[in-house]
């Protein structure tokens, strides 16, 4: 009987051998050693087959490896979205219902970060924003006389591009602080922006279903849902930089966390303010001499 | 003579293992611009009147049409598609969506420009999406689909623009409601019948999300619509 180390050294030459004779064999293998001969069988396979089928095989073959293609090519976009459904709900629900002291990229992502998440979970909460604040508007005004329904369409440009900036600008700001600081301080590897894309995007989940709760028009209601909301997203984001930050000194330490804690408040409190205003506060120029005879017809009663 | 030889024997180099003896009549989808005139004449439409023309193209347009009432499992929308559909339901919703209430310039509805661009942004970012989670459809096949599939959306338009002529609220309110949720879950419904076969089987539900998204939004925008006062 042959020792494993020998049957496993026959088959590394067996298969370098073979590559030699034929360089545009496909090959598949697991080990980092031969992932330059992969590269290259897989540029020849991309060779070959030029029509749609080509690209599932490549991306088949480089599931199991780091993407090797360029930025230009289409694989490396398919690259982030390689989940299935059950990850994807995996993911939402690590978001959300996460153990304390589980550090969400390492556990839930287990370091392969996709971006299916992250993109469609900021186009719902841009719609769900939009609707829920027209609805409660709505709701609000229901009672007055004179009242027209207005669709208030702008709020999804604005829903839109303060969601889908603080979803990537913030991550971008947070990566290269500490890409910068790391540097610096030369500690551990940090988190790749995807990673911190991700976090962030799925972090954002949890306001989706605060935001159907926000058209309840009770005022203490919609603080306490924001309080929540604050805590479950705010804890998966602190969790998750934590680690990272606590190496460096105690006052980059506080201040990096605090500014997390702090943009994320104010993205939900923002939110809140200009998509759920109430009753009161709602500006309203061309009712404004039917609300006041209104509320002194309301007086006088 | 023999240079023509030589490059013709290099231009049907494929052919040249299938064995043909004789002068056999070819058809198929090979352009030889060499060729007898009997023989094009079946597949060249340069000659023929331009009603014959219009008239093909829009028997093709109303026959995708019919599929898209009654939605089975059948491959001609994604085998000849086209998107003269899709433009026009999309003109007709962003046409039939103008003239909302204009109380102030920021409460309106939305516009012409909007529309036109949610309807055909969404689709491309929704074709995207499909494809990069490793659909085998092709770009525009699942744009058509896609574009054909809001006309159960576009009727649920026209019967609401008629509804609203009778008073915005109360009852008209309840039929719009429940003709715009009918006409929606029919637009996805039959999306899906076409789009998810070309998905692997775990990852259909997040093929299926963004288009149940895009057709919820303009659902929305219908049922929103309210007319100038």
């Excluded at chain 1, 991306?59 to 230009?72: C, I």
Aim: one cysteine or more.
């Amino acid at each position: 009987m042959a020792s494993p180390d020998d049957l496993k050294f026959q088959e590394f030459e067996e298969a370098t051998d073979l590559l030699l004779a034929d360089p545009g064999a496909s090959t598949l293998s697991m080990s980092g050693s031969s992932s330059m001969a992969l590269a290259g069988a897989t540029g020849d396979i991309k060779l070959d087959m030029s029509d749609d089928e080509g690209q599932e095989e490549s991306s088949e073959l480089l599931r199991g490896e780091k993407q090797t293609s360029g930025f230009w090519t289409f694989e490396y976009y398919q690259s982030f979205f390689n989940v299935d459904t059950m990850q994807v709900l995996d993911r939402v629900k690590g978001s959300v219902m996460h153990l304390p002291g589980r550090n969400f990229i390492k556990h839930t992502l287990q370091s392969s970060p996709d971006l299916y998440g992250p993109f469609w979970i900021c186009v719902t909460l841009v719609f769900s924003l939009a609707i829920s604040g027209n609805l409660s508007t709505f709701l609000n005004s229901l009672g007055s006389p004179h009242y027209h329904y207005r669709p208030q369409f702008h709020r999804v440009t604005i829903a839109a591009v303060v969601i889908f900036l603080y979803a990537w600008l913030v991550p971008l700001g947070v990566w290269g602080f500490l890409t910068w600081r790391q540097r610096e301080e030369r500690q551990q590897s940090g988190y790749s922006f995807l990673e911190t894309v991700c976090v962030y995007g799925y972090s954002l989940f949890i306001y989706i279903p605060t935001s159907v709760l926000w058209i309840l028009p009770f005022e203490w209601l919609r603080w306490l849902l924001i309080l929540v909301a604050m805590v479950i997203s705010g804890s998966v984001l602190v969790l998750t930089f934590w680690p990272v930050v606590r190496d460096d000194t105690k006052v980059t330490a506080f201040a990096t966390v605090a500014t997390i804690v702090v943009l994320h408040a104010l993205l939900s409190i923002g939110c809140k303010m200009y998509f759920f205003q109430t009753a009161t506060h709602t500006p309203v120029p061309t009712l404004a001499p039917n609300h006041t005879a209104a509320v002194l017809t309301n007086k006088t009663h | 003579m023999v240079e023509v030889e030589e490059t013709s024997k290099f231009m049907f180099a494929g052919l040249s293992d299938v064995s043909i003896s004789g002068d056999i009549a070819v058809e198929g989808e090979i352009n030889v611009p060499v060729g007898t005139p009997s023989q094009d004449k079946k597949y060249s439409t340069l000659d023929e009147p331009v009603k014959d023309t219009i008239l093909r193209d829009l028997k093709a347009v109303g026959k995708k049409f019919v599929h898209v009432m009654y939605p089975k499992k059948s491959s001609a929308l994604l085998r000849d598609w086209d998107l003269w559909g899709p433009l026009l339901l999309c003109v007709t919703l962003a046409l039939m969506l103008q003239g909302g209430s204009v109380d102030s310039k920021e409460d309106r509805g939305p516009q012409f420009a909007e529309v036109f661009v949610i309807i055909w942004f969404g689709s491309v970012i929704i074709t995207l999406n499909s494809k990069l989670l490793g659909g085998t459809i092709s770009f525009f096949q699942s744009l058509c689909v896609l574009g054909y599939c809001i006309m159960p959306l576009t009727v649920a338009m026209v019967v609401c623009r008629l509804v609203l002529l009778g008073g915005s609220w109360g009852f008209s309110f309840i039929v719009r409601l429940i003709v715009v949720t009918a006409s929606f879950s029919w637009s996805t419904f039959a999306s899906t019948a076409f789009l998810a076969d070309c998905q692997p089987p775990n990852r259909k539900a997040l093929v299926v999300y963004p288009v149940f998204l895009f057709y919820f939004v303009i659902g929305w925008m219908i049922l929103t619509f309210s007319p100038s006062a």
